[in-house]
C-alpha cells in the first residue's frame, strides 16, 4: 500500500512563474491536507480538501494560492507568480476522515526555491 | 485560536542521559500527536494520545497526556545518537477533520 507520494520532490521556480505541485493519497483516503513549512519552523496548516469540495482553506495566502482535489487524479497546489517567500517545503498529508482514522500521514513533501 | 508551544526548542544532550520535551497548548483538544522529522524528510507518527492520562511507550521514547493541564510530554530515556531529531507535537480540534496544529518543533541533538 504505497503511502502519501508528492511531486515533484524540488522544483526550482524563478520570481513570477508558477508553481504546480501534486499530491496523490494513501489508497481508500479522500480528505487531502496542505501544510507548508518554512526553514527552522513548524508546519502551518494552509488549506483541507474532499474530493472536488474545499472545506477548510483559512491557512491560504488570499492571492497567489490555490488549491484543488479532483473527481480523478491528485490534488494540485498552484501558486501563481511565485516570490521568493513562497520557497518553503510543502508537505501534503491524507487521512480517511473518518472519526478512527483521523490520523494524518504525510508525503515527502515538495520542496520549492524562488530564485 | 489554538496556540502549542514547545520547549525547549533546541536540546543538545550526552548519550545515556534523561530528558522530557514539554508540549503546552491553549484550547481544549481531542487529540494529541507527536512527530519526528530527520533533515530533508517527512514527518515520522511517533504517538497518538486520545484520553486524559494516555501514556504510550516506543522504545525509548514515552509521551504522556494531561488534557486538564493541556500539557505532553515527550521522555526520552538514555539518549543515543539515533534519537537525534526534530520532534513536534500537533494538537487537533474536534469538529475540525484531521487538521493539525503544530508547534515549533524541538531540534534534539544526541552527542556521543
Known amino acids: 500500500n504505497a503511502g502519501v507520494m508528492q511531486n515533484p520532490r524540488h522544483l526550482v521556480r524563478r520570481r513570477g512563474q508558477e508553481a504546480r505541485l501534486r499530491c496523490s493519497p494513501m489508497k481508500g483516503h479522500s480528505h487531502v491536507y496542505w501544510y507548508r513549512q518554512l526553514p527552522e519552523e513548524g508546519l502551518k496548516f494552509m488549506v483541507y480538501?474532499?474530493?472536488?469540495?474545499?472545506?477548510?482553506e483559512s491557512g491560504m495566502p488570499k492571492e497567489r494560492f490555490s488549491a484543488e482535489f479532483p473527481k480523478e487524479g491528485p490534488s494540485i497546489l498552484r501558486i501563481q507568480q511565485v516570490v521568493r517567500g513562497d520557497s518553503a517545503a510543502y508537505f501534503c498529508?491524507?487521512?480517511?476522515?473518518?472519526?478512527?482514522?483521523?490520523?494524518?500521514?504525510f508525503g515527502e513533501g515538495s520542496r520549492l526555491t524562488v530564485l | 485560536e489554538l496556540k502549542v508551544e514547545q520547549n525547549p526548542l533546541f536540546l543538545s544532550m550526552q548519550e545515556g542521559k534523561n530528558y522530557t520535551i514539554y508540549c503546552n497548548y491553549s484550547?481544549?483538544?481531542?487529540?494529541l500527536y507527536w512527530y519526528r522529522q530527520d533533515p530533508g524528510k517527512s514527518l515520522e507518527s511517533l504517538f497518538v494520545l486520545l484520553s486524559n492520562g494516555a501514556v504510550k511507550q516506543e522504545g525509548r521514547l514515552m509521551a504522556s497526556l494531561d488534557t486538564k493541564a493541556r500539557l505532553s510530554t515527550l521522555h526520552i530515556t538514555a539518549a543515543v545518537h539515533d534519537l537525534s531529531a526534530t520532534y513536534f507535537c500537533a494538537v487537533g480540534l474536534e469538529g475540525s477533520g484531521s487538521r493539525l496544529t503544530f508547534g515549533e518543533g524541538t531540534q534534539l541533538t544526541v552527542n556521543p
Open positions: 480538501l474532499q474530493k472536488e469540495n474545499i472545506i477548510d
Open positions: 498529508a491524507s487521512s480517511t476522515g473518518t472519526a478512527l482514522g483521523r490520523e494524518l500521514f
Open positions: 484550547t481544549t483538544s481531542d487529540r
